[in-house]
């Protein structure tokens, strides 16, 4: 019995003296948040020790959520719409770091007071270090994967198809030679008309290229250009001294610029040309209506070289202002062509290729990450 009683008055007496310790200060704080905003408080405890914190509104109705975790994620205390807590006390079973989490989602600023105590579990706590600091933690990651590594080299043989050129020449061809008759100026029919000339498109394949790269024209009056075109025929091997006459024709050698000048009659009827760049311009022209054109001329004959215009179709105009004679109007169109040819030639090649071996290979990886510790 006697010790029954002694029992009771040391618990009785034990009980008092934990009761009557004085809670420590750990922060007084004001916490202000506007919308969406969260402030984070952290602390040490000791095991043992019992939080004991108060908090109150100081501007604003409530404030969203107050929560209480043990690092990492234990979450050991939450609230929410929160006016005033008094003495709340949690009671610590481990010692680490305790994190205090405010949050507001008004749209107005909150503001609020926070008191924070800890109450010691025994003397040997009482000065205890309520202070964290930062604390490196290195996690070594092995991973594995393969790589190819090169042993050696060995020689491989294999045939290249190439496509070479094989020559590349200039070939005359005659796109227009026309006699054409225009009507006096009072006849029942119209004395102007218009001939539709066709460039020839570019060719382009694996063994062939062929373009236009000039074009040369011929327009003359009646027998008179007939007999000059046909003197320019003869006499085209001395004005060209010799280079032109290859291409058969004055035109040719006129379109490659190693001819200039040819001969042009004297005498005669002459005829108003012009060169037109599509078919609605050209029916202008026969109704006497403004059109375009990229080259106009008058004359008994006329010559001349076009290296601008080389594929697609123009117009070429013709008007004869004598009031009672029809007129015949040579028209002679030569197209010098550049003409590529290939051929597909096969080599013997070698190559050098390198010999591949896969290894299965380790990585080490270091991942540093920093944790927040007691100070003590």
């Known amino acids: ?15 008092h003296s934990f009761s009557t310790e004085k809670p420590i200060l750990v922060t007084e704080s004001t916490i202000s948040l506007n919308l969406d905003e969260t402030e984070e408080l952290f602390f040490s405890f000791a095991e043992g020790d019992i939080i004991e914190f108060d908090f109150e509104m100081v501007k604003g109705k409530h404030l969203k959520e107050i929560e209480v975790f043990e690092l990492p994620n234990n979450k050991i205390f939450s609230d929410f719409k929160v006016q005033k807590i008094s003495k ?20 107005t600023r909150r503001v609020g007071r926070v ?7 025994d003397e040997s706590v009482k000065d205890f270090n309520t202070n964290w600091k930062w604390k490196t933690v290195r996690d070594t990651i092995y991973t594995p994967y393969t790589a190819d590594s090169i042993t050696g080299y060995k020689t491989i043989k294999y045939k290249e198809k190439i496509r ?14 026309k006699n054409q008759r225009v009507h006096s100026y009072y006849n029942e029919n119209k004395s102007s008309t218009y001939l539709r000339v066709d460039l020839p498109n570019p060719i382009k394949n694996e063994l062939k290229e062929e373009k236009v790269i000039a074009w040369a024209y011929w327009i003359g009056v009646g027998e008179e250009a007939q007999k000059a075109y046909k003197q320019n025929a003869e006499s085209v091997g001395s004005l060209a001294k010799g280079i032109a006459s290859i291409y058969g024709t004055p035109l040719a050698g006129l379109a490659l610029g190693t001819i200039t000048d040819l001969i ?28 375009m054109q990229f080259d106009t001329g008058k004359g008994i004959a006329a010559y001349g070289k076009n290296s601008n215009l080389t594929q697609g179709t123009f117009y070429i105009g013709l008007s004869n202002d004598n009031q009672l004679q029809g007129i015949d109007v040579d028209v002679k169109i030569v197209a010098i062509k550049e003409v590529k040819t290939f051929g597909i030639v096969e080599y013997d090649r070698e190559k050098e290729e390198p010999i591949l071996v896969t290894l299965n290979k380790t990585r080490m990886d270091v991942n540093e990450t920093k944790i927040r510790i007691p100070v003590e």
Not at 6 to 13: G, K, R
């Open 264 to 291: 042009i009659p004297k005498t005669g009827e002459d005829v108003l040309y012009t060169f037109i760049t599509d078919h609605e311009n050209a029916l202008k022209f026969i109704n006497n209506q403004t059109y």
């Open 115 to 121: 008191k924070i105590y800890r109450i010691p579990a």
């Open 88 to 107: 709340k006390q949690i009671h610590i079973k481990n010692k680490g770091i305790y994190k205090f989490r405010f949050y507001s989602s008004s749209l």
């Open 1 to 15: 019995m006697l010790k029954k009683l002694l029992f009771t008055f040391l618990l009785i007496s034990t009980q």
């Open 164 to 177: 070479e050129l094989v020559k590349t020449e200039n070939i005359e061809d005659l796109l227009f030679n």
